[in-house]
C-alpha cells in the first residue's frame, strides 16, 4: 500500500542535495517527509544539510 509514496534512502540523498539548489515539487516534499519519518539515517542526512543550508545563508551567498 502507498507503494508510489515509497522512496529509497538513493532517492532521498539525492532531492535532499537537489533542494539546495530548485523548489521542490509538492509530492517531492511529501515523499520526502514520509521517508524522514520511517529513516533514521536520513533523517540525520537531512538535518546536515539544514546547518549546511543554514551556515550558507549566512554567509549571504
Ligand atoms: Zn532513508
Redesign the pocket.
Known sequence: MFRWLKLT?RQ?HRLLSERQDRKLGLMERVRLRI?LTA?D??SVVARQFRVLSEAVRRLGT
Open positions: 534512502c532521498v521517508h529513516c539515517v536520513c
